[in-house]
């Protein structure tokens, strides 16, 4: 089995910056790749930015430019650099990976999810 441990969120002012982390342990053979959603109350679960194994890396329309998404893969470790945060950006944010336990067999998984809330 594998585990998504999230850290990094809390309460920042408009404007602010915060970065999370997500660490990958457990029965890891390779991770192809790695990203974060978040869901706000009421809202359905959304992409917010993914990176994978060959360094490509995709993002929501509504935080390019002010977010950056980062892998250390030899940590099996997932950033998020959050700048210019804005109250709409508050939300629970999941780390989501797709890892190879073995040659063949590869899962998707969850954190637990880490809140930020952007307010003065």
């Known amino acids: 089995q594998v585990q998504l441990v999230e850290s990094g969120g809390g309460l920042v002012q408009p404007g602010g910056s915060l970065t999370l982390s997500c660490v990958a342990s457990?029965?890891?053979?390779?991770?192809?790749?790695m990203g974060w959603y978040r869901q706000a109350p009421g809202k359905e679960r959304e992409l917010v930015a993914t990176h994978n194994a060959g360094g490509n890396t995709n993002y929501a329309d509504s935080v390019k430019g002010r977010f950056a998404i980062s892998r250390d893969n030899a940590a099996n470790t997932v950033y998020l650099q959050m700048n210019s945060l804005k109250p709409e950006d508050t939300a629970v944010y999941y780390c989501?990976?797709?890892?190879?336990?073995?040659?063949?067999?590869?899962?998707?998984?969850w954190g637990q999810g880490t809140q930020v809330t952007v307010s003065s």
């Open positions: 457990g029965r890891i053979f390779r991770t192809i790749a």
């Open positions: 989501n990976a797709y890892i190879y336990s073995d040659y063949v067999t590869w899962n998707e998984y």
